[in-house]
């Protein structure tokens, strides 16, 4: 264009770098529990196992505001954030790339069932979880994350670094 910095300068350069670097998609999803200590899990109508609340940050979005507005957006309700459980490096799965999944806490919600008003080109059903039930339901790396960061009666505090759903050697 005729307004864009030579090539060869610094300016030029960044822009070059910006437009050619890899990206990867980043996902933030929440973990609402009920006074039993149940996790919620959407049953999805686009994917056969059942998920939590979120969804894929979209450009110029962090990924705090993406689990405010899908939840708002697919469930009709406005939850706190409570504060990040976990970044978890997700590899290739079932023809998508890999990617960062940033789950946040959206604390203890026991009437969010009756209260949402589910948007049905995204979610057929809400469902309160135990682990087993999740483990029936949820995909494997979902199954395995939860476990990083809830026992089954509470969220865990603090937040984890996580590989597939494991603990990164590294985190």
Known sequence: MDNDPPRLSREGRLGVLDSSMPTKRVIAQGVVTD?????????????????????????????????VREVREEMGVDLPVRGLLSVNWMPPYRGWSDALLCVFDLGEQ??????????????????????????????????????????????????????????DPLG
Request: charged share 20%; net charge negative.
């Open 35 to 67: 006074r039993q200590g149940r996790v919620l899990l959407c049953e999805l109508t686009y994917k056969t196992e059942w998920d939590l609340p979120g969804g894929i940050v979209d450009p110029g979005e962090g990924p705090q505001a993406t689990v």
């Open 110 to 167: 026991p009437d969010l069932v009756e209260r949402a008003t589910l948007q049905p080109t995204e979610i057929a059903a809400l469902h309160w979880c135990t682990p087993d039930e999740v483990a029936q339901h949820a995909a494997p790396y979902v199954a395995r994350h939860l476990a990083q960061v809830w026992d089954g009666q509470a969220v865990r505090r603090g937040t984890v670094v996580l590989s597939d759903g494991d603990p």
